[in-house]
């Protein structure tokens, strides 16, 4: 990404990918979703809101039960999906829902059950 992007949220976030966490940052801007990986990971992941049908917050399942209100879980349109293990879940579900519905696409979030 060459262009200059102006942050809306960021924070800590750990990309789940299968049972090994891939530590970084996790970036909202007004078009993108970005995890950019710490030092010794490779990978920069960076999805457009454009591609994405779904945003949901999920509990972490600690022996089959949910514990923990950390995970943000998208999906897109080509059915990939990513989870993020976050703090503070409710805040960037906040700032989740702040870009779509200036987007125009406040129904990608959906809210809890």
């Known amino acids: 990404m060459g262009e200059t992007v102006d942050v809306v949220y960021k924070g800590l976030a750990n990309l789940k990918n299968g049972f090994k966490p891939v530590p970084g940052k996790l970036f909202i801007t007004e ?9 010794y990971f490779v ?3 960076t999805i457009p809101f454009t591609d994405v049908v779904r945003i949901e917050g999920v509990m972490t ?14 999906e897109t349109k080509e059915g990939h999906k990513f989870q993020f ?9 906040e700032a989740m ?3 779509l519905t200036k987007r125009g696409e406040r129904s990608k979030l959906m809210k809890d059950k």
């Open 61 to 74: 399942k600690i022996l089959g039960r949910d514990m923990l209100s950390n995970l943000l879980e998208i």
């Open 43 to 45: 990978e920069e992941v």
């Open 31 to 39: 078009e993108y979703l970005i995890h950019k990986p710490n030092d």
């Open 97 to 99: 829902e702040q870009v």
């Open 85 to 93: 293990v976050v703090n503070k879940q409710k805040k960037w579900l």
